[in-house]
T-cell receptor, first 113, second 113 residues
Framework: KAGVTQTPRYLIKTRGQQVTLSCSPISGHRSVSWYQQTPGQGLQFLFEYFSETQRNKGNFPGRFSGRQFSNSRSEMNVSTLELGDSALYLC????????????FGPGTRLTVL | GENVEQHPSTLSVQEGDSAVIKCTYS??????FPWYKQELGKGPQLIID?????GEKKDQRIAVTLNKTAKHFSLHITETQPEDSAVYFC????????????FGKGTKLTVNP
């Protein structure tokens, strides 16, 4: 069974631009969660989608948004990029039950110049 | 919300020795505790997890123990090998908060040949 895939793997943007990242979950998984990983803050939860609905949201500004499609694929968008948004963005999928095992993708490395 | 503390931040052992990483959590309602291994340039990989109705779980050279009364859990790696070198993260689910998983800051394990 194929794992979680994320595209693109690397991105370079400039301040003020916006960016869209994509995640395809493991086949059969209906929940997709997004995390931001930085050296200073570690792994921080952004949001979770289940059946096209946002189920949980972490403590991030409204510039960070996401959505999920009927095939469970998910996208996250960051508008008006800031230097501090440079990070590894990780997507994780699970069946969707509470406290289900999450499987992570390889991440998208975003650099904001 | 949940808070997870992880110690030590770095750990260096000789090949064949054991390694122990400890985590504490704050939310007594948490009941799912996974451990992830992250190698350079890759996403976190689940190596073992434990749920609150179990005190200990073992998988070959890896074991996890959970003490719900003291709110701490530990990862034990025996007979360490150079390929065990990586960053290890503990996490806890957040029953009372909005986050899916709350992660510790990570432990960089180095196994010297």
């Amino acid at each position: 069974k194929a794992g979680v895939t994320q595209t693109p793997r690397y991105l370079i943007k400039t301040r003020g631009q916006q960016v869209t990242l994509s995640c395809s979950p493991i086949s059969g998984h209906r929940s997709v969660s997004w995390y931001q990983q930085t050296p200073g803050q570690g792994l921080q939860f952004l949001f979770e989608y289940f059946s096209e609905t946002q189920r949980n949201k972490g403590n991030f500004p409204g510039r960070f948004s996401g959505r999920q499609f009927s095939n469970s694929r998910s996208e996250m968008n960051v508008s008006t990029l800031e230097l501090g948004d440079s990070a590894l963005y990780l997507c994780a999928s699970s069946f969707g039950l509470v406290s289900d095992t999450q499987y992570f993708g390889p991440g998208t490395r975003l650099t904001v110049l | 919300g949940e808070n997870v503390e992880q110690h030590p931040s770095t750990l260096s052992v000789q090949e064949g020795d054991s390694a122990v990483i400890k985590c504490t959590y704050s939310d007594s309602a948490s009941n799912y505790f996974p451990w992830y291994k992250q190698e350079l340039g890759k996403g976190p990989q689940l190596i073992i997890d434990i749920r609150s109705n179990v005190g200990e779980k073992k998988d070959q050279r890896i074991a996890v123990t959970l003490n719900k009364t003291a709110k701490h859990f530990s990862l034990h790696i025996t007979e360490t090998q150079p390929e065990d070198s990586a960053v290890y993260f503990c996490a806890a689910d957040s029953q009372g908060g909005s986050e899916k998983l709350v992660f510790g800051k990570g432990t960089k394990l180095t196994v010297n040949p």
